[in-house]
Protein backbone atom coordinates (compact mmCIF):
# COMPACT_ATOMS: atom_id res chain seq x y z
CA UNK A 1 0.00 0.00 0.00
CA UNK A 2 1.61 3.38 -0.83
CA UNK A 3 1.25 6.71 0.72
CA UNK A 4 -1.91 7.96 1.64
CA UNK A 5 -3.65 11.39 -0.37
CA UNK A 6 -4.53 14.22 1.95
CA UNK A 7 -8.08 13.37 1.43
CA UNK A 8 -7.25 9.95 1.83
CA UNK A 9 -5.84 10.88 5.16
CA UNK A 10 -8.62 13.16 6.09
CA UNK A 11 -11.33 10.50 5.22
CA UNK A 12 -9.23 7.94 7.72
CA UNK A 13 -9.41 10.70 10.35
CA UNK A 14 -13.15 10.76 9.97
CA UNK A 15 -13.59 7.27 9.95
CA UNK A 16 -11.83 6.95 13.05
CA UNK A 17 -13.43 9.74 15.13
CA UNK A 18 -16.01 11.58 13.11
CA UNK A 19 -16.58 15.42 13.45
CA UNK A 20 -14.37 15.62 16.60
CA UNK A 21 -11.28 16.22 14.75
CA UNK A 22 -10.45 18.08 11.72
CA UNK A 23 -7.12 18.22 9.52
CA UNK A 24 -5.53 21.31 9.63
CA UNK A 25 -2.11 20.61 8.35
CA UNK A 26 -1.20 18.48 5.10
CA UNK A 27 -0.39 14.99 5.54
CA UNK A 28 3.01 13.97 4.75
CA UNK A 29 3.67 10.32 5.33
CA UNK A 30 2.47 7.94 8.48
CA UNK A 31 5.42 8.70 10.57
CA UNK A 32 5.45 12.50 10.38
CA UNK A 33 3.57 15.31 12.02
CA UNK A 34 0.49 16.33 11.89
CA UNK A 35 -1.67 19.12 13.06
CA UNK A 36 -5.25 18.74 13.93
CA UNK A 37 -8.10 20.74 15.56
CA UNK A 38 -10.52 19.80 18.26
CA UNK A 39 -13.86 20.89 16.95
CA UNK A 40 -14.96 19.96 20.71
CA UNK A 41 -12.07 22.23 22.59
CA UNK A 42 -11.13 24.34 19.90
CA UNK A 43 -7.79 23.92 20.13
CA UNK A 44 -5.07 22.50 18.05
CA UNK A 45 -2.64 19.66 18.59
CA UNK A 46 0.45 17.63 16.80
CA UNK A 47 0.21 13.65 16.86
CA UNK A 48 2.43 11.66 14.17
CA UNK A 49 -0.07 9.94 11.37
CA UNK A 50 0.22 6.89 12.23
CA UNK A 51 -1.72 7.40 15.34
CA UNK A 52 -5.00 7.15 12.76
CA UNK A 53 -3.77 4.25 10.82
CA UNK A 54 -4.86 1.09 13.02
CA UNK A 55 -8.74 2.08 12.75
CA UNK A 56 -10.98 3.76 15.36
CA UNK A 57 -10.43 0.85 18.29
CA UNK A 58 -7.08 1.73 18.00
CA UNK A 59 -6.61 5.40 17.88
CA UNK A 60 -2.99 6.71 19.56
CA UNK A 61 -3.51 10.40 19.68
CA UNK A 62 -5.93 12.84 21.42
CA UNK A 63 -6.59 16.72 21.66
CA UNK A 64 -4.64 16.66 25.15
CA UNK A 65 -8.18 18.16 26.88
CA UNK A 66 -10.24 15.39 25.60
CA UNK A 67 -7.87 13.27 27.20
CA UNK A 68 -8.19 14.90 30.69
CA UNK A 69 -11.39 14.45 30.49
CA UNK A 70 -11.29 10.70 29.79
CA UNK A 71 -8.30 10.71 32.64
CA UNK A 72 -10.20 12.61 35.36
CA UNK A 73 -13.70 13.00 34.42
CA UNK A 74 -15.87 15.87 34.95
CA UNK A 75 -14.92 15.39 39.15
CA UNK A 76 -12.01 17.41 38.91
CA UNK A 77 -11.40 21.46 39.73
CA UNK A 78 -8.97 23.76 39.36
CA UNK A 79 -7.11 25.66 42.52
CA UNK A 80 -4.68 28.68 42.51
CA UNK A 81 -2.07 28.26 45.43
CA UNK A 82 -1.98 31.15 47.66
CA UNK A 83 1.55 31.32 48.13
CA UNK A 84 2.86 30.38 44.90
CA UNK A 85 0.00 31.35 42.36
CA UNK A 86 0.54 28.46 40.22
CA UNK A 87 -2.68 26.81 39.37
CA UNK A 88 -2.81 23.21 40.03
CA UNK A 89 -5.68 20.58 39.23
CA UNK A 90 -7.37 18.02 41.56
CA UNK A 91 -10.02 15.38 41.70
CA UNK A 92 -13.03 15.36 43.70
CA UNK A 93 -13.23 11.72 45.63
Known amino acids: MG????????????DCVG???EVVS?????S????LHCNI????????AECFMRGK???????????????YGKDRAYVTCAYCGKEFQFRYL
Open 32 to 35: KPVT
Open 57 to 71: DDIRGNCPKCSDEER
Open 26 to 30: EYQGR
Open 41 to 48: HDVDFTVT
Open 3 to 14: RLTQEEFRKRVF
Open 19 to 21: EKF
